[in-house]
Nanobody
Framework: QVQLVESGGGLVQAGGSLRLSCAASGRTFSNYGMAWFRQAPGKEREFVGAITFNGDFTSYVDSVKGRFTISRDNAKNTLYLQMNSLKPEDTAVYYC?????????????????WGQGTQVTVSS
């Protein structure tokens, strides 16, 4: 089992920045590919970005490329999402997820462990 706890969400004005964190405990964090997903009210959960087990490769949904950066610190068992140039359409609950493999990609079916989510609200 892997337990994931997100933090860092909040209310920010458009154009601002937030940094989300996801603290992991349980099985060895460094073995797992990780990802961030988000879900806006009335919408399906959406892939945001993913990172390999060792941080060597990342992938993002087109709408956040150039604005969001996913990273991890395996020594601290923590995943991060740096969000810059935030837009109102980024408003959502953000979830971190762990895949049972070195890389999970964008398919949420490959992620077996999920955090409880943290709310990000971007005002215009």
């Amino acid at each position: 089992q892997v337990q994931l706890v997100e933090s860092g969400g909040g209310l920010v004005q458009a154009g601002g920045s937030l940094r989300l964190s996801c603290a992991a405990s349980g099985r060895t964090f460094s073995n797992y590919g990780m990802a961030w997903f988000r879900q806006a009210p009335g919408k399906e959960r959406e892939f945001v970005g993913a990172i390999t087990f060792n941080g060597d490769f990342t992938s993002y949904v087109d709408s956040v490329k150039g604005r969001f950066t996913i990273s991890r610190d395996n020594a601290k068992n923590t995943l991060y999402l740096q969000m810059n140039s935030l837009k109102p359409e980024d408003t959502a609950v953000y979830y971190c997820a762990a895949a049972s493999a070195a890389w999970g990609g964008s398919a949420n079916g490959l992620y077996h462990y999920w955090g409880q989510g943290t709310q990000v609200t971007v005002s215009s």
